[in-house]
């Protein structure tokens, strides 16, 4: 990760500068041919998020019928699962991604800015130890997360996954934007602080905005894998009200151990993917630069 | 960088008239702006692996009350389970496998989609979709998709003339360990796929264009270029998300937890799920599990590190 961060700038201006000519390429039956293969893929990729729409949308009568599609289309699963607590579940995951989130932007922006344009003693040891927890997921300390946030003994599991969350996240938060931080030269600000600007005013007027896309995607990404998490979430809100339980941890109630209610999985499946591709769409030619700045999970 | 340029030029005088209070809080000062980011990290990452490493040693009820230590009797309790030598096998394929097969697909993927064509921007879009959903989901998907009696995949497969029977042996794909582990490691790589492929995209723009023009000029092959050029140059960028990789997949939970618990019995468990379904009874003794697969996490790391340390590539 280090590797990209110093090599790379966060967004390459080689890549958008092209040639006019290979913009205006002739479409050959070798280029036909490979614009087929990549469709090709690109629907094989999108497949099972059809399938789950699909079997969201069929009527209970047909959930156990061999057609590729339904012969009806029913929307009753997105309509009758707002009674099963899935609303609550969603509250729930609100809070906690939308907390995590917060937290990052408070603690992560800082820690980059800082250490982006000062060298101080304990700078690279501190970074290390941000890469280094990076390196590390919940699921290898499980057992040791769910005992001390039970000591702590704390009102509500949302706030314990609010945590969990951020801290997880905080190390790409923390790599971006130390990326992006470097990457705005400081005689910008000081150039601000000259015209008689104080230091804050520098820093919110200059270099926020010119980092603003690396803050963004740094907290749509916290956002997107706290609202995705399952495995702290499972084990933290064991036998907690469904206004605790974020969705993911819903959705897993929707399996019973007979029988597993299909319809409303998968249509709460579909209503909490949205988000998500939202907020894709927000950062989507950021994905690539972003990856190259730090790293994801 | 004013005021820091002139209290350079004054420090060493400074510095012999400063108080000692106040050279505490000069060094402390950083501590204002990355504090918080310590205070997040030691609470969140480092103070579970110390109560994880105790737990490992203590002798716990499975509701979670100490009855007092329990020695080594928790490793070798580990050590003594009948299903931890298949665990550690499955683990060891279910992460070779998985990373291998995604890392030589994403390679394939990242020049095509690196290709310039038509709708290229809508088709890209299509590849993050794995990436956005929750893995939790797309596992579930494929588990309803390989049901016996209905599952579109098995549907598929009998239009097809593959599948004799439905609600037959074959058809409950999920059911017999052998194939439920194979069908689990696709969805493994399925998942995989869109970061690893995004990492390499990221990786070939860093390429500098004129490089390849300079090849042509000398008349190299397309194989060619790509093996002198392409993928030495796309080396730090496949090494880093390989590790990333590897890192993901051994932690991976949700994909075997949706599609068979690790089931049946614990025949398509790795180490993480089975860590998890030991703590729904033996704490201790999970803890212990915890401890081993802590350890292998540093131990990958480490020949991470010490890999590309030698060939240079961590600056």
Redesign the interface.
Known sequence: ????V???PPE?P??RV?PKR??R?R?TPG?VL??L???A???I??L??A??II?ALRPPKEL?????LPRHYDWSNFTSIWKTGFGQNLGASLKVAGGSTL?VL???L??A???AR?K????SL?LL??L??Q???P??????????F?SFNLPSPIISLI??N???N?AFA?WILNAYFSSIP?ELE?AA?VDGTSRLGALGRITLPLALPGIVTALIFTF?GA??E??VAL?LTLGAPDKQRPL?VG??NYIGQYSID?GH??AG?VI??LP??AL?ALI?GK???G??AG??? | MTEQATLTAKRPAARRRESPARRVARAAYPLLWIGPALALIGVVVLWPVVVMFRTSFQHISPDGFILGSAGGRNFTDLFNEPDLKGVLTRTVVWVVAVVTVTMILSLGLAQLFNERFPGRRVARWALIAPWAASVMMTSLVFRWALDANNGVINVFLHDIGLLKSFNSNQADWLGRPTSAFVWMMVVAVFVSLPFSTYALLAGLQTIPQDVYEAAKVDGASRWRVYRSITLPLLRPAFVVSALINVINVFNSFPIIWEMTRGGPGYQTSTTTTFMFQLKQSYIGESAAMSVINFGLVILIVLLFLRVTRRTGEVT
């Open positions: 990760m280090a590797i990209a110093t090599e790379a390459p080689a890549v092209r290979a913009r390429a479409l280029k490979l614009a293969t990549a469709y893929i690109a629907m990729f999108v099972p998020y399938e789950m079997s156990l019928s061999r057609g590729y937290v408070l603690v992560a800082p820690a800015y800082y250490t000062r101080f003693r304990g700078r501190f130890l941000v280094a927890t390196m590390f997921q699921a290898a300390m499980l057992v040791g997360i769910q005992r001390e039970i945590l969990v951020a801290g997880f905080l923390v400081a000081e602080m997107i609202w995705n399952l495995l084990t993911t959705i897993n299909w999985l998968f499946s909490a993917t998500v591709i894709f989507e994905v690539v630069g990856l190259t790293s994801i999970k």
